[in-house]
């Protein structure tokens, strides 16, 4: 996954330190340094090379937009402040978005995500099929221009639906994004995950009851194993079997 290196601009240290909050919980953003005044970014954009700026408009000494303005080289730009007037200057000087004080992590993320997009279209990065970003706890899948945090525990299986994976869950709604099963596979660990179907993973710690190659979750979730497949989960019921 492509990293953005960034830089949070805001004369209000908490509305400064919630903005660095929320770069560090997005996978592709890295967060190079963060300012409570203009100025004082320039040193670092003169010695680093930093892909995006998030830059409050309305701060003493020298505003967001007249700082913008003063650079010869812009990286990507987001605007954040509470006054919508400045919605149009921010524009004027290609803004990637404009976010309005108080605005959420859901509101944030999806700023970020048309930032990478800009940036892979002004790079020529190829795209691919990893809409996430994973360790050994948790995914972060993006969804309907959100990033959603989904821990591997929570899974109970996973659905191929063409071009797209659906996520289902314990006692919460199912996630779709735009994703191979395949690359999703790669990720997850194979001792915990399986590929039973050519439409389905299961967390077999989640397996609770098998019938004639049938894991069934519930009344309504039935989920066959494919013959491809038998074999395999045929293995882990046999190590798995007491009695």
Do not use: W
Not at 133 to 145: A, G, H, Q, T, V
Not at 157 to 177: A, C, L, N, S, W
Request: proline residues 3%; charged residues 30%; aromatic residues 12%.
């Amino acid at each position: 996954m492509n990293k953005l290196k960034c830089i949070a601009i805001d004369d209000e240290p908490l509305a400064l330190k919630q903005l660095a909050a929320y770069i560090n919980d997005v996978p592709f953003l890295e967060l190079a340094g963060q300012f409570t005044s203009a100025v004082k970014a320039y040193d670092l954009l003169d010695e680093e090379t930093i892909d995006l700026m998030f830059v409050d408009v309305n701060m003493p000494d020298l505003n967001g937009l007249d700082f913008v303005k003063t650079l010869s080289q812009k990286p990507l730009l987001i605007f954040t402040t509470a006054y919508s007037e400045y919605a149009v200057e921010g524009f004027k000087v290609n803004a990637i978005d404009y976010l309005l004080k108080p605005f959420s992590f859901a509101e944030f993320s999806g700023a970020a995500q048309k930032a990478l997009t800009q940036f892979e279209l002004l790079n020529g990065v190829k795209k691919n099929d990893e809409q996430f970003d994973s360790n050994d706890d948790y995914l972060f899948i993006k969804s309907e221009y959100k990033l959603i945090r989904i821990n591997l525990d929570d899974i109970q299986f996973i659905e191929g639906m063409r071009e797209y994976v659906r996520i289902h869950q314990v006692d919460q709604k199912p996630v779709m994004t735009l994703m191979s099963m395949k690359a999703l596979e790669e990720k997850l660990s194979p001792a915990k995950f399986m590929r039973i179907h050519r439409s389905y993973i299961v967390n077999l710690e989640r397996v609770r009851i098998v019938e004639r190659y049938r894991i069934i979750f519930d009344d309504k979730t039935i989920i066959p194993v494919s013959d491809n497949y038998k074999e395999k989960f045929q293995e882990f019921l046999d190590q798995s079997f007491m009695g």
